[in-house]
Each structure stands twice: as C-alpha cells, then as structure tokens.
C-alpha cells in the first residue's frame, strides 16, 4: 500500500478558500504518476474535481470548478495541493486525493474511477 497522507480542510464562509494537500510518496518513486481530487456526497456519485499528470503537469478540471480550483505540485515534498478559491455551498463535500502509475489520460482514468491508491479523505463544509 502506498499511504496517501492528506491534511487541510475545514469550515469556510461562501467566497472563502481553502488548501488541501496530499502526500504522496509514489510522487517521488515514479516519474509518471497521475495524482487527481476527487469530492465526494453522501448519496451522490463521486466527482474529480482535479488531474494532474507528472509527465508534463497536464491539468484538468470539471466545469463545476474550473477557474476555482487548482491543483499544483511540490514535487521535492512529494505533495500535490489543491486550492480553492471562491467556495461556494455546493462545495462542501469529502474531498479524496488519489494516485496511480501512468496513463494515457489522467482524467479520463479519473472519471473512470481507475485509480490505485487513495487518501482517507478530509471534509470541507461551506457555510455562512
């Protein structure tokens, strides 16, 4: 098992922001790892919400957040963080960080769920 080791999180008022941040050791092991956020809802289908893909820092987001959120890489710490800016209600969620060795498309293997290793995941509630 390759821990993923997240902190940050918490409560925040709408337009707030916040940074999350992931270790993740396989960072350093492996060249082309893809490292992705994922939120996830109680009743509700789990959402990535960021990729990033170490080859070449290819980023990519949803909709929902682009513009908003963004992921960006440390690569001496091993640690992918990802910030959130303006947050608004429907934010709040569980947020996961995620790795896995290559792929041909970090962000489709994201929305495919394939992904091999997995945080414990840290709650972020926006509220006013």
């Known amino acids: 098992q390759v821990p993923l080791l997240q902190t940050g999180g918490g409560s925040v008022q709408p337009g707030g922001s916040l940074t999350l941040s992931c270790n993740a050791s396989?960072?350093?092991?492996?060249?082309?790892?893809?490292l992705a956020w994922f939120r996830q809802v109680p009743g509700k289908e789990r959402e990535v919400v960021a990729t990033?893909?170490?080859?070449?820092?290819?980023?990519n987001y949803p909709d929902s957040v682009e513009g908003r959120f963004t992921i960006s890489p440390d690569f001496p710490k091993n640690t992918v963080y990802l910030r959130m800016n303006d947050l608004r209600p429907e934010d709040t969620a569980m947020y996961i960080c995620?790795?896995?060795?290559?792929?041909?498309?970090?962000?489709?293997?994201?929305?495919?769920?394939?992904?091999?290793?997995w945080g414990r995941g840290t709650q972020v509630t926006v509220s006013s």
């Open positions: 995620a790795a896995r060795s290559w792929s041909a498309s970090c962000w489709f293997a994201a929305v495919a769920g394939e992904y091999s290793y």
């Open positions: 396989m960072y350093a092991e492996e060249a082309s790892v893809c």
């Open positions: 990033i893909k170490r080859t070449n820092n290819n980023m």
